[in-house]
């Protein structure tokens, strides 16, 4: 990838006066200040400017690898999943979905993340990484159907190897670990050939770190170096309880009493994003044992569409953050590269057909029998399962309600 010199761009100069508001200090989130002396890896300054410093290289080079297609499929895939969420939120005010959670602000940490992921890794999220399912190839309209309540996951694990989404916080760690140990005794790390080897990525928030289960994930996986990647998005809230209540050190350095390492990334810096976690996996597969990434990031939205962020964030703290938007953030530094309008018309373009095929295939969604609620419940019949069944069926006959 060479590196053009910097242009003078409209939008560039309006992120500038944005960025003047960065270095008010919140004292309140001083560690998760980005001007707080903490290390963090960043490649591209949120002028959209690239650069590495020394201590990265390793990190820069992998950049440098990248072709102008797959930079152009990092904006490609943010820019359709922020389309995809902002019609989630439309489709669930109108009715059609129960709940949508949002991960608007969050998109470079995911796909970033996701597209660094191998062919043979496996992917254990918590309940708001549409931006990772993408890129291994979860369809939309799989996530929309779960949400709608019309099937219990939405897609095959085994296809996609992206695992079903974890509502309860922090169980999908554990589950990840296991995975991971597994691998690890079926001889699949370190084979010193690449295509055979994987490694497993679980992802949570900054919340989930204060449950007990993540505490166990982590030491279970440094004693038996398990080739597992821990990865959290530190999205500074935990639904009303900001990350002051969750920790006292980052969260970058989570695991070091476990014996697992760690490194706090711009997770708004979609290049940042994929080159360490591309670097720390392909280790992780060769058999260098776990290893964490705090992506640092901000939710711009709310934690689902059931939540009022006004009740507990200040409008202040939100406009900070927006100003260091991701996708805009790498549209600067995309066109410094020479990638011209026709490129982001495109792109426009593309997530207005998607908005129109999502709202298509939703309407088109039928409801699932009924039997469904239960079948999944036990493996063998069971009698108790049975007789709710039947009161469900006569209740549904009686109100007319369920074809
Ligand atoms: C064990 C458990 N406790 C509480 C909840 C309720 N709950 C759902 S999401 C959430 C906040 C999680 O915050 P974080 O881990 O930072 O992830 P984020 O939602 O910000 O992505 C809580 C408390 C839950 N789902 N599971
Ligand atoms: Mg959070």
């Not at 409209?10 to 960065?22: G, H, L, P």
């Not at 707080?36 to 290289?57: A, D, H, N, R």
């Not at 995975?179 to 497993?200: F, R």
Request: hydrophobic share 35%; net charge negative.
């Amino acid at each position: 990838m060479a590196t053009k010199s910097p242009t003078a761009l409209t939008s560039e100069v309006m992120i500038k006066r944005n960025i003047n508001q960065f270095f008010q200090p919140l004292a309140r989130l001083a560690f998760v200040n980005p001007k707080s002396g903490e290390p963090m890896l960043q490649l591209l300054s949120p002028e959209g400017v690239y650069s590495v410093e020394k201590e990265f290289t390793r990190y820069g080079s992998i950049i440098d690898s990248l072709s102008e297609s797959q930079l152009k499929t990092l904006y490609r895939d943010m820019a359709r999943i922020r389309r995809f969420d902002q019609e989630a939120i439309a489709l669930q005010r109108q009715g059609q979905l129960g709940l949508w959670v949002p991960a608007i602000g969050q998109e470079a940490a995911q796909i970033g993340s996701g597209y660094a992921v191998g062919k043979n890794d496996h992917i254990f999220p918590s309940y708001r990484e549409h931006g990772v399912a993408i890129t291994h190839g979860v369809e939309l309209i799989s996530i929309l159907k779960m949400m709608r309540g019309v099937n219990h996951g939405g897609w095959n694990p085994e296809e996609t190897r992206f695992h079903l989404y974890a509502i309860v916080l922090g169980t999908q760690v554990l589950h990840a670990v296991g995975y991971a140990m597994g691998v690890k005794l079926d001889g699949k790390v370190g084979t010193s050939n690449p295509e055979e080897d994987l490694a497993v990525i679980s992802y949570f928030g900054d919340g989930a770190t204060a449950e007990g289960d993540v505490s166990e994930a982590l030491l279970f996986a440094a004693v038996n170096e398990s080739p597992i990647m821990f990865f959290i998005q530190n999205n500074q809230w935990a639904i009303s309880a900001n990350i002051d209540s969750q920790t006292k050190v980052p969260l970058y350095r989570r695991g070091e009493g476990f014996g697992v390492p760690g490194l706090r990334v711009d997770g708004n810096d979609v290049l940042a994003c994929y080159a360490a976690t591309k670097y720390h996996m392909d280790q992780i597969r060769s058999g260098s044992g776990p290893y964490l990434l705090e992506a640092l990031t901000y939710r711009i939205g709310a934690h689902t569409t059931s939540d009022d962020p006004t009740k507990y964030r200040s409008e202040e703290e939100v406009e900070i953050w927006k100003a260091r938007d991701p996708i805009k953030r790498y549209e600067v530094f995309l066109r410094r590269q020479g990638v011209d309008d026709s490129f982001f018309e495109e792109v426009a373009q593309a997530g207005d057909k998607l908005a129109e095929e999502i709202r298509e295939q939703i309407f088109a969604l039928g409801k699932p029998p009924l039997e469904h609620i239960f079948d999944n419940v036990y493996s063998d019949p069971h009698p108790e399962i049975d007789k709710q069944k039947a009161w469900l069926r006569a209740y549904e006959d009686q109100m007319g309600s369920h074809e």
